[in-house]
């Protein structure tokens, strides 16, 4: 009997995703997302070595590759209670520093950057800027992740225990010659975004979310590890609280996985696809955080650390997750400096450890698109259970148990729409998250009429 394989999709992105929104009178009165691939990850970590799962979930993403690597690897060490080298800190901050200023400034020039007539460039200058100045730096971004970790992207030098790469005086040049391009780069080009936003007020009106926003906190300071460049917190309805990781739920009711899928991530079950259930429209679980939606990313870092104040009346918006990658961009590229230069040559990358034969650990982060947490159950000296909640997941959740919107869901409620066959803000709103997967937005009006637009 003759079988059909489809693969579909094929592609070099970061998956997909759909948005359907309802217009009425011009504007968006109802949203739902749908994240339509299935991962799966945690499916395959069971089982293994716990020192496979750094490797293995560093594939989870072709850009935050090493985001997911190091949260991996410190959820193994907290499981073994593993004391890491500052040598080893201070590279883990320099690889993620690489890699957010990489993944902010192709967001800001080529993914976002057009939505806004790339910052009053025009065409002819876009293509010139992209040529001449963002895949250089791109390229320089790559190369400091090589020096430390092999290569990039998917390098190996990340483990539990440290770092792969001894420092040594020419590793520590190479470096600082690469982030003088690049803050050169970031000088010369950054105060084009600001100016462009300073005169656009308009975008603080729409896209406002759930004004929730939490991070676990990145940068730790090598001397002193509870101190970290972007905090740690929560801010839930304008009041700042301290994180309580018991509190991190993920609800399933809307999702294509069984009921019993969700709960705390420490102790649910590893993903349990169930395709088609009634009520469920994505892939994507909802992360929630006492139980309401929080937004994560640039935005939440800037305002937990209390490094940004938003300017829209409304408490965040377009133009705020804009000017806070940016100016997030511009902190981070002077940090590098730091941490570079408090490289200790030849001094201890790695501590030694035994992989224990049962623990359980947790893996807190920030990738450049927000909270990354992993969790691991060590059993037998092997995986038993295993969970990943990506920052992209609590920013594109569906509705919870309770109905609760997802942030972007919720951010889209209010959106003029004055042309439903060019629904440029709606693609605004969506790409200010800079959601990890690849967008098609549906917009339905209340006569029932239905007008399907692909957003490139």
């Known amino acids: 009997m003759p079988e059909t394989i489809t693969i579909d999709p094929v ?10 929104v309802t217009v009425d009178k011009g504007e968006v009165i109802d949203a739902h997302t749908h994240g339509t691939l299935f ?4 499916i395959i970590l ?18 935050c590759v090493s985001e997911h690597q190091l949260a991996s690897a410190f959820s193994l060490e907290d499981a073994a ?32 950057g057009p939505d806004y007539d790339l910052y009053g460039l025009g065409n002819d200058k876009w293509a010139e800027l992209l040529k001449e100045v963002v895949i250089p730096v791109q390229v320089n971004c790559h190369q400091i992740v090589a020096i430390w970790g092999g290569r990039s992207p998917h390098y190996y030098a990340t483990v539990a225990g440290g770092e792969g790469v001894v420092p040594k005086s020419e590793l520590i040049g190479m470096t600082l010659a690469r982030m003088n391009l690049i803050k050169r780069t970031i000088d010369e080009y950054g105060p084009l975004v600001l100016g462009y936003l300073d005169n656009h007020p308009e ?14 906190g990145v940068y730790p300071n090598p001397d002193n590890l509870e101190e970290r460049l972007f905090k740690r917190g929560v801010i839930t309805s304008g009041v700042p609280q301290t994180l309580d990781t018991q509190r991190i739920s993920e609800d399933v009711k809307h999702s294509w996985y069984s009921d019993r899928s969700g709960g705390h991530p420490a102790v649910e079950i590893p993903p349990e696809p169930a395709y088609g259930k009634q009520g469920a429209y994505t892939w994507a679980k909802a992360p929630r955080y006492y139980g309401r939606p929080h937004e994560v990313g640039p935005l939440a870092r800037m ?9 829209s009346k409304h408490g965040a918006s377009v133009y705020d997750r804009l000017m806070a990658r940016l100016l997030e961009t511009i902190k981070i590229s002077q940090a590098m400096f730091d941490w570079i230069g408090m490289l200790k040559p030849d001094e201890s990358v790695y501590e030694p450890y035994a992989t224990p034969s049962a623990a359980a650990g947790m893996g807190l982060w920030e990738a450049p698109r927000g909270a990354l947490g992993h969790w691991i159950t060590i059993s037998g000296g092997k995986i038993e259970r295993y969970q990943v909640i990506t920052p992209t997941a609590w920013n594109v959740s569906p509705r919870d148990d309770l109905g609760t919107l997802g942030p972007i869901e919720e951010a889209l409620i209010g959106v003029p ?22 967008c098609t937005v549906h917009l339905i009006d209340t006569n029932g009429k239905r007008n399907e637009v692909k957003i490139y």
């Open 303 to 311: 305002m937990i650390s209390g490094y940004y104040t938003p300017k």
């Open 46 to 63: 069971v089982g293994r070595d716990p020192r496979d799962a750094p490797t293995i979930t560093s594939y989870i993403c072709g850009v």
């Open 417 to 438: 729409v004055p042309d439903a066959k060019n629904p440029l803000d709606i693609v605004r709103v969506v790409r200010s998250y800079d959601p990890c997967l690849a």
């Open 203 to 216: 975008l603080q009106d729409f896209g406002v979310g759930p004004t929730n926003f939490l991070a676990y």
């Open 39 to 42: 991962r799966g990850a945690e």
């Open 81 to 112: 209670k593993v004391n890491i080298p500052r040598n080893a800190i201070l590279i883990r901050n320099i690889i993620e520093g690489a890699t957010t200023l990489y993944s902010h400034l192709l967001h800001i020039f080529v993914l976002t």
């Open 11 to 20: 592609v070099r992105i970061e998956g997909h995703l759909g948005i359907d």
